[in-house]
């Protein structure tokens, strides 16, 4: 701590306007405990203010009260400072193989979502990374929805959500966010490049949208547009939040000197019935956005679209491109019809 009074030298007062909590806190708690995890620092600061002011029963520090001091009380970003979540679906053996260094490395800067995986990757991702928050759905709730339930449990003011399949690196996550910090204007979104054509080494670009395998978010300055439509189960879920963030007023860059390498289509074992899911929830996904922001008119006609799905799925030449349009198709028409992406009990629609 640093003082042994309540008002002495090196404490600051803090006044919450969050179930009316009034907060004397030490400088240096407040340092070290955000460099905790979640449950770890709002342990510890409970434990520093009760013992130093004895308001234990008037006090409650929890994690959401963590971060609002985060931010009343900022400090100088650095890598520690930034939350990296994860959405999984019978993950493991990918995240493994893809960023296994980095997460033994610093495990406390983890967030895993795995969407209730068969595989029993939850099981398998705590026994490996003890020191990861891992949170396990009750059922598969999507892309969108696990994303924000891991930014509920973010402390820090930047949010890095990226794909189970990107090889990532420290050095990569720490360039991506001093770029971010030292870009003005300030960027509410950024991204690297996950695609070599993208690799263009041209430094930071304003960009219209941006791909969802790697995202750094400043949650503070979305506060204004919220984070994912928690009516998309899968894909377009990017798309959406770039497209309110931009109508907005707010920067979108992409970072073209930083690469990180997305092993496309690896974030989940292989499976024709989730491949079918996929298909049926893109194709939905793209309607509602188009619907939802009035762009649904020529190319974007759904029923245009309809029409093209069945020509391609009728002259198809391999049995794979055939359920590709096929569940396509059944997308598209099941969206037409009404159908949402999530049935009344909050599990996904299977076609």
Same mark, same amino acid.
Request: proline share 5%.
């Given at each position: 701590g640093g003082a042994d009074e309540a008002g002495a030298a090196g404490y600051e007062k803090f006044h919450v306007n969050l179930r009316t909590i009034e907060l004397c806190i030490c400088r240096t708690s407040y340092q070290t405990a955000m460099r905790r995890t979640p449950a770890q620092g709002a342990c510890l600061l409970q434990t520093s203010v009760g013992r130093k002011l004895r308001l234990v029963s008037r006090i409650k520090i929890d994690q959401e009260n963590l971060r609002i001091l985060h931010r009343i009380y900022p400090m100088n970003e650095k890598i520690e400072d930034l939350t990296i979540a994860i959405v999984s679906y019978n993950s493991y053996s990918t995240i493994v193989d893809c960023m296994d260094a980095f997460i033994k490395e610093s495990p406390s800067q983890f967030v895993i979502v795995d969407n209730n995986s068969p595989d029993n990757s939850s099981e398998k991702l705590r026994s490996r990374y003890p020191g990861v928050k891992v949170i396990t759905s009750k059922n598969n709730i999507g892309y969108g929805r696990a994303a924000n339930l891991a930014a509920k449990h973010a402390t820090t003011r @930047?949010?890095?959500?990226?794909n189970p399949d990107l090889k990532l690196t420290k050095n990569a996550t720490t360039d991506l966010l001093e770029g971010m910090l030292n870009t003005t204007p300030h960027p509410s979104i950024m991204a690297?490049?996950? #695609?070599?054509?993208?690799? $263009?080494? %041209?430094?930071?670009?304003? #960009? %219209?949208? $941006?791909?969802?395998?790697? $995202? $750094?978010?400043d949650l503070d300055a979305l506060e204004d547009v919220g984070l994912f439509d928690e009516n998309i189960f899968l894909f377009s879920e990017e798309t959406d939040l770039c497209y309110r963030a931009k109508k907005q007023g707010h920067r979108l860059a992409l970072d073209t000197n930083i690469y990180i390498q997305h092993l496309l289509g690896q974030s989940s074992t292989p499976d024709p019935k989730v491949d079918e899911l996929k298909n049926w929830h893109f194709a939905w996904s793209h309607m509602y956005f188009y619907q939802k922001h009035g762009l649904a008119e020529g190319k974007k006609n759904p029923n245009r679209i309809k029409a093209l799905y069945f020509i391609k799925w009728i002259t198809a030449?391999?049995?794979k491109k055939r359920l590709k349009y096929k569940s396509r198709l059944k997308g598209t028409s099941? @969206?037409? #019809?009404?159908?949402?992406a999530f049935k009344e009990n909050d599990t996904p629609y299977w076609p």
């Open positions: @930047y949010l890095f959500l990226v690297p490049a996950v #695609r070599p054509e993208d690799h $263009l080494n %041209r430094g930071i670009e304003d #960009r %219209r949208w $941006l791909i969802g395998a790697a $995202l $750094l978010m030449t391999s049995s099941a @969206y037409l #019809r009404g159908q949402k």
